[in-house]
């Protein structure tokens, strides 16, 4: 049920790439305290994106989960920046993160909802 999505300029080596995914899934799944199984990672890189007027290294990350406890948000982000910056070298200032709290009615799957 949760779901990361991050979009960035860069455009990292096919390894990095699921490199990466493999840790933003673990992550996610941490930071959260929920079940890997259930957590979906999107990578999308080499968009055309800037921030600030520039076009350096930058990300933005949309992450949507059940139950995301508001309280949290900023402990989330810092370990969403902490990956990021590590994996893909965007520096922390220049990542946004949208965070959703999704209704149990509204996220679908396996023919059903939660």
Excluded at 9 to 34: I, W, Y
Aim: with cysteine.
């Amino acid at each position: 049920m949760p779901y990361l999505s991050v979009r960035t300029n860069l455009s990292p080596e096919p390894g990095s790439r699921e490199d990466f995914l493999e840790q933003a899934s673990r992550r996610v799944a941490e930071l959260l305290g929920k079940p890997e199984r259930y957590v979906m990672v999107n990578l999308k890189t080499g968009q055309d994106m800037r921030f600030g007027g520039t076009d350096a290294p930058l990300a933005y990350l949309e992450l949507k989960s059940i139950g995301l406890p508001a309280e949290r948000t900023g402990e989330i982000s810092r370990g969403l920046c902490e990956l990021v910056s590590g994996a893909l070298g965007v520096p922390a200032e220049r990542i946004y993160i949208e965070f959703s709290d999704a209704e149990r009615h509204l996220w679908g799957w396996n023919g059903g909802t939660f």
